[in-house]
């Protein structure tokens, strides 16, 4: 009797050995499945539901179906249009910005020289250390009054005269906010940049070499052509961050008000929450087809 006809076998009752495993592979996962259909699939089909509600404080009231009442008001709105404009400029400049400095510090330590270890050890600091300790230096650091970083570009460098508050400031605050997560977030990319550069082979660049290719051309054609994978994945994952990012504003300034904190404020300020369930809605759906639009055409999955 051949394998393949004993395994189909009813072997302890009615189930094959091979119904047994496919049993048994399901047990496996179901926890898994459960839990994550109780902390991601339930809250967004429920927010769904609450976007098209308005949602009474009261708790013992149901909420009132109001269909595409909210969506109608968020599109009518300047608020969400320049909040959504906020949120685009910061993801985008932030996520450029730290992938460029992981790139850069990532290839100045990809050598060998002495207390190479400890440097990239320090590397690492600004994305180790707590996010509320690091918000409280730099917003000590950018105090108009007695901050370092204010001295030094008025008084030495003459950048701008006068005491300018560089985070309560509406035209410096996006872009303060935006050096603040660029300085924390690129040692991620640094890591993950630099593992893939050690696993270039050096023959490469000795090749190139021989055949006179410059050091701009070794570049280009060799050291970006073998993170391109590694930076567009450093890039999306950074984005699908920053497009969410609530804590490290929140801390910093209020002067920046980009989706996610518009919908805090809608929530727990003006107490809508039908209203804001519909801003994380479209904040929610906007993420998803920038996702499927860049691995399809940038990682080419």
């Known amino acids: 009797m051949s394998l393949a006809?004993?395994?189909?076998?009813s072997l302890d009752g009615d189930y094959t050995v091979e119904q047994k495993e496919a049993i048994l592979g399901y047990l496996l996962i179901a926890p898994a499945l459960l839990l994550v259909a109780a902390v991601i699939v339930y809250p967004v089909l429920y927010n769904v539901y609450l976007s098209f509600t308005n949602v009474p404080l009261s708790p013992d009231a149901s909420p009132t179906w109001v269909g595409l009442e909210h969506y109608r008001t968020l599109l009518s709105s300047g608020e969400f249009w320049a909040a959504l404009k906020t949120t685009v400029i910061f993801t985008l400049f932030s996520d450029v910005l730290a992938?460029?400095?992981?790139?850069?510090?990532?290839?100045?330590?990809?050598r060998k020289f002495r207390g190479r270890r400890l440097v990239r050890g320090l590397m690492l600091l600004p994305y180790v250390a707590p996010l509320i300790a690091v918000a409280y230096v730099w917003q000590w650091l950018l105090d108009p009054l007695y901050g370092m970083v204010p001295y030094f570009l008025s008084n030495v460098l003459g950048i701008y005269s006068g005491n300018i508050d560089l985070l309560n400031n509406g035209k410096t605050a996006l872009w303060t906010v935006i050096a603040f997560d660029a300085w924390r977030y690129f040692p991620f990319a640094f890591l993950m940049i630099i593992a893939r550069l050690q696993a270039i082979p050096?023959?490469?660049?000795?090749?190139a070499?021989?055949?006179g290719a410059g050091r701009i051309a070794r570049f280009k054609d060799i050291t970006l052509a073998e993170l391109k994978y590694v930076l567009a994945t450093v890039f999306l994952l950074r984005w699908i961050w920053n497009f969410n990012k609530f804590a490290d504003i929140w801390l910093l300034t209020k002067k920046v008000n980009t989706l996610s904190l518009y919908a805090y404020q809608t929530a727990f300020a003006n107490y809508n929450h039908g209203q804001a369930a519909s801003i994380a809605m479209v904040l929610f759906v906007a993420l998803?087809?920038?996702v499927l639009m860049y691995v399809s055409w940038i990682l080419e999955w």
Do not use: C, P, Q, W
Not at 5 to 9: D, E, H, V
Not at 99 to 110: D, H, P, R, S
């Open 5 to 9: 006809n004993r395994t189909k076998l």
């Open 99 to 110: 992938t460029a400095g992981g790139l850069g510090v990532a290839i100045l330590f990809n």
């Open 202 to 207: 050096s023959d490469m660049y000795e090749a």
């Open 209 to 211: 070499k021989i055949d």
């Open 288 to 290: 998803m087809l920038f």
